[in-house]
């Protein structure tokens, strides 16, 4: 039977790419996102991968949620731990508001998902946790205190379920992508834009696919002893 996974903000950015290419790897994907019902239809319609409507950021929609994908298709293999957001601003500037906000889609937001499918895990001794942190988590960002402090806490994240995990046969890993092409990226101005491509020795933002590629790794049986770690997929802008 195919194993199931299920892809946090799976809709667009990172996320689509990760639905479709676990899809395309024979897993049962479901696809979460949180408010763009016409984005989610189409990519429904286009890919045959089922979307559910929750917010990450609250436990209980969450745990309900993921109940649902369970009904629907089973019981969840592989967590993609993806749904982030951005609310940057200089420091002096950040508002508590923004602060708030990024911390509990991105940080609370990976508690909520991973939580709720863990005790299913550890009793049938599979599982695979892979959350999508950044280059910003491992460097820091002008601009980005509270998205920074999320990812790098991702990291923290995984480390801790890495070692409570391995003996029930679950790893947690996570992915940092660099500056990947997608609309987050794209909605940072395009000075700045064109500043942060000027450094990347790759000399251009990366690909969804070449993160999902990383993740697709990440899920397989061939990853069983990699656990606790970070595949950096940044052309070669930040060495951790
Ligand atoms: N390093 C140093 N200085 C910087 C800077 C940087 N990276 N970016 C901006 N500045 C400086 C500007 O030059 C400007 O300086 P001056 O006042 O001396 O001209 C000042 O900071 C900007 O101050 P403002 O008060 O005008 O800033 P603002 O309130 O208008 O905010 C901004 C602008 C939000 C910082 C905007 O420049 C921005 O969005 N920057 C991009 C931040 C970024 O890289 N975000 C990553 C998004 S992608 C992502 O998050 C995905 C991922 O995981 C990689």
Avoid at 11 to 40: C, F, H, M, Q
Avoid at 61 to 70: F, K, M, P, T, Y
Avoid at 99 to 108: A, P
Wanted: hydrophobic fraction near 45%; charged fraction near 20%; include cysteine.
């Amino acid at each position: 039977m195919a194993r199931v996974a299920l892809v946090t903000g799976g809709s667009r950015g990172i996320g689509e790419a990760i639905s479709k290419k676990l899809k395309a790897d024979g897993y049962a994907v479901a696809a979460t996102y949180a408010g763009n019902d016409e984005a989610a239809a189409k990519f429904t319609k286009e890919t045959g991968i089922k979307t559910y409507k929750w917010n990450v950021a609250n436990y209980e929609d969450s745990a309900a949620g993921i109940a649902q994908v369970e009904a629907d298709l089973g019981p969840i293999d592989v967590v993609v731990a993806n749904a982030g957001i951005t609310r940057d601003a200089p420091f002096h500037k950040m508002t508590p508001e923004q602060w708030h906000q990024v911390i509990d889609t991105n940080l609370t937001g990976v508690f909520n998902t991973v939580h709720p499918v863990w005790p299913g895990m550890r009793e049938r001794k599979f599982g695979r946790i892979i959350v999508i942190s950044s280059i910003n988590g491992q460097k820091g960002q002008f601009a980005q205190v509270n998205y920074a402090a999320t990812k790098a806490g991702d990291l923290g994240i995984v480390k801790s379920l890495a070692q409570e995990g391995a003996r029930a046969g679950i790893t947690a890993n996570a992915v940092c992508p660099g500056y990947i092409a997608t609309e987050m990226v794209m909605a940072v101005p395009e000075k700045v834009r064109d500043s942060i491509i000027s450094q990347i020795p790759a000399g251009r933002l990366g690909e969804p696919e070449e993160i999902a590629r990383c993740v697709a790794f990440l899920a397989s049986d061939d990853a069983g002893f990699v656990n606790g770690s970070t595949i950096s997929a940044n052309g070669a802008q930040f060495f951790a």
